[in-house]
């Protein structure tokens, strides 16, 4: 699928002859990035320095997870990162959770544009959940036909055969005599997981590790099943193959990925829950923290309760989406848990592990959505007493069940209810996390601090915040820090 657009005069590459071309994975990637460093090699020559690349993360941590992916194959094939959209080549890794992020999309791509008529070298990727939608396509064909490459989330393992695609469309000898002509590779679901890809992490402590691809959840307000497909979950081997390695490469800390962690194993040919993969995982030597996401309270099993609570490296932090604490909103929801169901749910895991931090999401005006509906929820805040919400006013998501239901509230009215929400949220919020103060507690060291050069910023096991004297060198490791004041949402501490 391709668009022709004629884009002034641009370079040309002498295109490679593609001789017994690997059938199996990963090696056929590995084919095409050589032949992509062939091309950069030639690029390079004739610009007179090497090409550079951006790469733009929209969303959760899944996309961050495979935006690293990206940067691992950009940089083996001989792109050097830049931090500025005018590289040679920048990459959109979208995310559609909400429309109003299509909207920022298509904003930044216009001011792009302008960037590409200015150099001639310059390629423009899109990927992400945003491309899995036939209507964003189609909307960036007619109106957008700078764009050099489109490619979904199912595909992402290709990007390496992707690329080179992308390059001769762009700049053989016919794109410089007829236009570019855009690269479309969109898939509508995939059972494949390909390993042994090369990934650039962010930071050399610390990384993502996905356990499983996809959802099968359909709630009736997302529209992640339809764009990142059913749930696949890796091989245990495989996960416990890649946390070894980056344990050995320096990482002390790993974020096991998946829309909903719960429910890990169960399509494998010899199932695994997740439980059990925690146990196998916390096995590791050099991991010393393991977070996990998300959790969907319908799935999760007493067995990962008691995992939690005899568990020396798990952190003392769980997010567990609420959305509403309505037993009649979440059946509208299609949550498929109650409103007494979460309740005891969160107590038998405060009861296990006394001293966790609980956080969640909470969407407000969801339509139907009555003032007793919103109660209900305001209830369960006071109940539950959450460390820190992700609070979020409903918005119609186009293709998902609630953007056709009828007594959609009005925004007067929801933003009246978000309001008193917040305000209950960071009150408790504010009380909890008082309570720590005085204590001494282990802190990873993350970075050094944005405002103050003589502070080092770190997180707790409960993943709170902590600002505390120190130098660069403490960077990734764990260390022991009294907590001396709490400024509401982070701490001041000293090392011990």
Not at 116 to 131: A, H
Not at 204 to 212: D, L, Q, R, T, W
């Amino acid at each position: 699928m391709s668009q022709k657009v004629t884009t002034g005069v641009r370079p040309t590459l002498r295109i490679a002859d593609k001789n017994q071309i690997p059938a199996t994975e990963p090696e056929r990637q590995y084919y095409f990035m050589d032949i992509a460093k062939e091309y950069l090699r030639q690029l390079s020559e004739e610009k007179g320095s090497p090409l550079t690349f951006h790469v733009s993360t929209f969303g959760c941590q899944m996309n961050a997870r495979d935006s690293e992916k990206l940067v691992g194959i950009l940089e083996k094939i001989g792109y050097v990162e830049e931090d500025s959209e005018k590289a040679d080549f920048v990459i959109y890794n979208t995310c559609t959770v909400r429309e109003n992020a299509n909207n920022k999309v298509y904003g930044r791509l216009g001011y792009l544009n302008g960037f590409q008529k200015k150099n001639p070298f310059m390629m423009i990727g899109l990927c992400g959940c945003m491309m899995q939608e036939p209507t964003v396509v189609e909307k960036i064909k007619q109106s957008y036909r700078f764009v050099n490459l489109i490619f979904g989330t199912h595909n992402i393992y290709k990007f390496a055969e992707l690329i080179v695609t992308a390059l001769e469309n762009s700049y053989s000898e016919h794109a410089a005599g007829h236009g570019t002509s855009m690269t479309i590779d969109i898939w509508k679901d995939t059972d494949k997981i390909v390993e042994d890809l090369p990934v650039e992490r962010k930071y050399s402590f610390k990384s993502g590790v996905n356990i499983m691809f996809g959802c099968n959840n359909f709630c009736s307000y997302c529209i992640v099943p339809y764009v990142r497909g059913r749930e696949r979950s890796r091989e245990p081997k495989e996960i416990i193959r890649e946390v070894e390695r980056l344990a050995a490469d320096g990482v002390v800390e790993i974020m096991l990925l998946g829309q909903n962690v719960n429910s890990y194993g169960k399509n494998l040919e010899q199932p695994m829950t997740f439980a059990q993969l925690l146990q196998e995982i916390e096995k590791v030597d050099g991991i010393e923290r393991i977070r996990f996401m998300t959790s969907h309270p319908k799935d999760l099993s007493d067995d990962l309760i008691e995992v939690m609570k005899n568990s020396k490296k798990i952190c003392k932090h769980l997010h567990l989406p609420l959305q509403s604490g309505s037993s009649r909103i979440l059946k509208l929801m299609n949550r498929r848990y109650d409103k007494e169901h979460y309740l005891e749910l969160v107590d038998k895991i405060r009861a296990a592990v006394p001293d966790i931090a609980l956080t969640t999401d909470i969407i407000v005006g969801f339509p139907g959505e009555t003032e007793e509906d919103f109660e209900e929820t305001m209830d369960v805040v006071r109940k539950v007493r959450y460390d820190s919400a992700f609070t979020f006013i409903y918005s119609k998501r186009t293709g998902t069940p609630a953007a056709v239901m009828e007594d959609q509230i009005p925004e007067d009215v929801i933003k009246a209810r978000f309001d008193r929400l917040l305000k209950e949220v960071q009150t408790i919020s504010a009380e909890k996390a008082g309570a720590l103060t005085g204590q001494t507690l282990s802190v990873l060291i993350e970075e050094k601090n944005e405002q103050d050069a003589s502070l080092v910023t770190g997180r707790l096991s409960n993943n709170s915040v902590v600002h505390l004297p120190g130098t660069e060198d403490m960077i990734g490791k764990i260390v022991n820090v009294k907590l001396l004041e709490c400024k509401g949402f982070y701490y001041m501490g000293e090392c011990i």
